[in-house]
């Protein structure tokens, strides 16, 4: 876990960088709380996936997070295109019990 480290730091600050730009173009568009609320979103998701010992870990932040930011949202749609690649796809088999492949 502790390998991540380096990685969970240079997304953030690449992340916080890019947020920081983006802000002046999206707040105009979406209204300051909608954009406050995607990024915590999105950077609570990132958090998460670098730091959570199984999937199943990062499953149990990530449903009732993404329930909360999907109801206060007025814009659901725009909110997925935004966590689309919070985690990106691999190659991983996820346990789970009774199935066997």
Excluded: Q
């Excluded at 600050?13 to 890019?18: H, N, R």
């Excluded at 149990?60 to 990106?88: C, M």
Aim: hydrophobic share 55%; with cysteine.
């Amino acid at each position: 876990m502790f390998v991540h480290w380096k990685s969970l730091l240079i997304t953030m600050a690449i992340a916080l960088a890019v947020f920081a730009m983006a802000r002046p173009f999206c707040v105009p568009m979406m209204g300051e709380a909608a954009f406050k609320r995607r990024r915590s979103v999105w950077f609570v998701l990132t958090v998460t996936s670098f730091l959570s010992p199984s999937y199943w870990g990062y499953v149990a932040v990530a449903l009732p997070l993404l329930f909360w930011a999907s109801s206060k949202d007025e814009n659901p749609p725009a909110l997925f295109v935004l966590l689309l690649y919070v985690v990106t796809p691999g190659g991983l088999d996820i346990p789970i019990a009774g199935v066997t492949t």
